[in-house]
């Protein structure tokens, strides 16, 4: 839902945020989201958005100013990035859950195919400047933020140093997370949530962590 929440801030759109627990989803919840995950966007209590992609792309289209490139063919290209998110966020997830040592030194190599593929992509970007597409913040920034953010977290709290390894990442990574908007909780509030939650994961790395 992070996603979301930061093209609303970005668009300086006003909105209330509801915390769903995920083992005690309550019934209106369920009636207004289909597949019963997190983000649904709740608009005048009458439409129900789900999916971060049509959420984030219905506030492009209807909130100014827009965030999507205004080339179609640059704007292509940041819709197959973003759909390329499922991938990259797995190949996250299967270095933070791996069950023992040896599934992990495998995720890590599947992740450092999955960064050498977003360092190429931005070396390839239109112009010079910190986000995706250069001097100009997007969608594929918002999209990207949640997942960059997370792993800056498990390198500096485990000694991980995967993105030295990727200068043009560790450069937009930094910048995604020091933009105000990508935060829906203080940074050392969330850090100490997404610690525990990686710890309640179990598994190597977690005893790794709970080492650190």
């Known amino acids: 839902m992070q996603r ?19 083992g005690n989803r309550p019934d209106w919840f369920h009636a207004i989201s289909p597949h019963g995950k ?10 129900a958005l789900f999916e971060s992609n049509a959420i984030a792309e219905y506030l492009d289209e209807t909130i100014g100013p827009r965030l ?20 990259f966020a797995a190949a996250i997830g299967a270095v933070s859950g791996a069950a023992d040592v040896a599934a992990h030194d495998k995720a890590l ?13 931005l070396d390839a970007r ?3 400047g910190p986000w995706f597409n250069g001097a100009t913040y997007a969608l594929v920034d ?3 933020a949640p997942f960059l953010q997370r ?10 140093a995967e ?26 509030a969330f850090e100490t949530l997404y610690r525990d939650a990686l710890r309640r994961r179990g598994g190597w790395f977690a005893n790794r962590l709970a080492a650190a």
């Open 4 to 22: 979301a929440a930061i093209v609303l801030r970005e668009k300086g759109v006003p909105f209330d945020f509801v915390h769903i627990e995920p």
């Open 142 to 144: 918002a999209a990207y």
């Open 109 to 121: 190599e599947g992740l450092r195919v999955a960064f050498g593929k977003l360092e190429r992509a």
């Open 38 to 47: 997190v983000p649904v966007l709740w608009i005048d209590e009458t439409v």
């Open 151 to 160: 792993w800056r977290i498990v390198e500096a709290l485990t000694g991980e």
């Open 126 to 128: 239109p112009a010079a």
């Open 68 to 87: 999507h490139p205004d080339d179609p063919v640059q704007r292509a290209v940041n819709r197959a990035w973003t759909d390329y998110l499922p991938s």
């Open 163 to 188: 993105l030295t390894a990727f200068p043009l990442l560790a450069a937009w990574s930094a910048a995604l997370v020091e933009r105000p908007s990508t935060h829906s909780f203080a940074p050392d």
